[in-house]
């Protein structure tokens, strides 16, 4: 069935660096998208989303691109902290009549070097 | 403070007996979802509902049974059925989704083992 991925499963990153973290989504239909941190025993917890109509969306030290031609979506994060260390999930709305029901992608740990 | 409670946060039980799962959320959402987490991976669907009294199958729901007799609490049981129960149970809430596309938020998580 269709589904959200992502291509890279760990992303190391020097302090102060910028960080990319990508996801390729595969269902056409979607038509919401959000970005999530989860931390190491906690709940994914919520940074930034973008609707369909929008190609790129801007949060305090994030930004999330989305380009629908190639149905990708990447969380760009400015000055990466060692608090910023996680794994990162994308999600989609598949737009299938299920509310806001969400499927996720797989995730991109994190690591931030000091 | 607004959000969602799971409760236990680790929970312990031999194989062959049926758990229950809290979850409770006074954000005044009318969906709550349960998702299922194992090592190193995303997230998977086990059962959704949109309003109190309805529920509806997600990917993985055999094995398991929800109830929503109250807007704010959506409890989940793990059967005896389920063949691999140990797993990191997510709950999550939003509003629903005929109103505006909107995110889903998340408890803490209860962490289920099965001897």
């Known amino acids: 069935g269709e589904s959200v991925g992502l291509h890279l499963p760990t992303l190391s990153v020097q302090e102060g660096d910028n960080s990319i973290i990508n996801c390729a989504y595969s269902?056409?239909?979607?038509?919401?998208f959000i970005w999530y941190k989860q931390e190491s025993g906690k709940g994914p917890q919520f940074i930034i989303d973008?609707?369909?109509?929008?190609d790129k969306r801007q949060g305090q030290r994030v930004t999330v691109l989305l380009n629908k031609t190639v149905k990708h979506l990447s969380l760009q994060i400015a000055a990466t902290q060692p608090g910023d260390s996680a794994v990162y999930f994308c999600?989609?709305?598949?737009?299938?009549?299920?509310?806001?029901?969400?499927?996720f992608g797989g995730g991109t740990r994190l690591m931030v070097k000091p | 403070d607004g959000g969602i409670t799971q409760s236990p946060k680790y929970l312990f039980r031999k194989e062959g007996q049926n758990v229950t799962l809290s979850c409770e959320q006074n954000?005044?959402?009318?969906?709550m979802y349960w998702y299922r987490q194992d090592p190193g991976q995303g997230l998977r669907l086990i059962y959704y509902?949109?309003?109190?009294?309805?529920?509806q199958k997600g990917d993985i729901a055999e094995g398991y049974s929800v109830s929503r007799e109250k807007k704010e609490s959506f409890p989940l049981t793990v059967t005896s059925a389920q063949k691999n129960p140990t797993a990191f149970y997510l709950c999550?809430?939003?509003?629903?989704?005929?109103?505006?596309?909107?995110?889903?938020?998340f408890g803490n998580g209860t962490r289920l083992t099965v001897t």
């Open positions: 999550a809430s939003s509003l629903a989704g005929w109103v505006n596309r909107s995110p889903l938020h």
């Open positions: 269902n056409s239909a979607s038509d919401y």
């Open positions: 973008i609707r369909s109509n929008m």
């Open positions: 954000l005044n959402h009318d969906a």
């Open positions: 509902s949109q309003i109190v009294n309805d529920f």
């Open positions: 999600a989609e709305n598949p737009n299938n009549n299920a509310g806001n029901m969400l499927t």
